[in-house]
């Protein structure tokens, strides 16, 4: 059986999801970041089908590392950025108490033009109150309200 580069990837990279899911919930951070270095080495993050980046930055916030989800959410292109990506980091950031970079996250989101979902607004609040700050909480609501996520149905 022959197979097709892009059928060789898909595989791959799904492998290494699945083992970097796996090793999130056990925190073995030594591990995934063998797995990391395969993972740059070998190029296969460059697809962005691969959704590896995704993967590497929900593992690295699961560990409960700030600083590498960081890095690897500033190594995903601008293009391929999305709201998921956007609330990982930033739940991550409100988890492990650095709410007002967290903040400043979703100000970016939304000036990049990425729509935030119920999810986003999760963490911007949870922020807000790690904060105790109202102002951004309110303002927060008023964008929940106008994205339709305030009313009853």
């Known amino acids: 059986m022959k197979w097709s580069i892009n059928e060789a990837l898909s595989l791959v990279s799904r492998r290494y999801r699945f083992l970097l ?5 056990e ?3 030594d591990i995934g970041e063998r797995l990391h270095a ?3 080495t070998t190029g296969v993050a460059g697809s962005p089908t691969t959704f590896l980046y995704n993967a590497l930055l929900q593992f690295y916030a699961s560990c409960g590392c700030t600083r590498q989800a960081r890095r690897v959410f500033d190594e995903i292109p601008h293009s391929h950025k999305d709201t998921v990506d956007w609330t990982t980091l930033m739940g991550c950031l409100v988890c492990h108490n650095v709410s007002d970079e967290a903040l ?3 100000v970016r989101m939304r000036r990049c033009g990425v729509k ?3 999810v986003t607004l999760v963490c911007l609040f949870g922020g807000c109150s790690r904060l105790g700050d109202l102002a951004v909480g309110l303002q927060g609501h008023g964008c929940m309200v106008k994205m339709g996520y305030g009313g009853a149905k």
């Open 21 to 25: 899911r796996s090793w999130a919930r």
């Open 27 to 29: 925190s073995s951070l």
């Open 38 to 40: 395969t993972i740059i």
């Open 104 to 106: 400043l996250m979703f």
């Open 116 to 118: 935030p979902d119920e």
